[in-house]
């Protein structure tokens, strides 16, 4: 699924014109990066946590010429998924 096709179900489930939908979604998108980029966590409730995690420098290694370099310490996000999530992902496997 690609961000045009959720903007084409929020316009169709909450009946609102295309504009408006991808101006709501692009608004909530909005809102998760700028809430993380302030370090802040984003809690959904029954869908899941979205947290900023810092990663400290290290030494990796170059995987084709096994040369070690050294790999800078950076922000990563975290999507962890809410009990509910998980269980209708997997309800709906079966």
Do not use: Y
Request: glycine share 6%; hydrophobic share 30%; charged share 35%.
């Amino acid at each position: 699924m690609t961000k045009q096709d959720i903007i084409n179900h929020v316009s169709e489930q909450a009946s609102l014109s295309r504009a408006k939908a991808e101006e709501a979604v692009e608004t909530v998108i909005e809102l998760i990066k700028e809430s993380l980029s302030h370090g802040e966590s984003v809690i959904l409730r029954r869908f899941g946590t979205f947290q900023v995690k810092q990663k400290s420098k290290r030494v990796g290694r170059n995987p084709k010429t096994g040369e070690e370099a050294e790999i800078s310490a950076r922000k990563v996000v975290r999507f962890k998924s809410g009990k509910h999530f998980k269980q209708s992902v997997n309800d709906d496997s079966d």
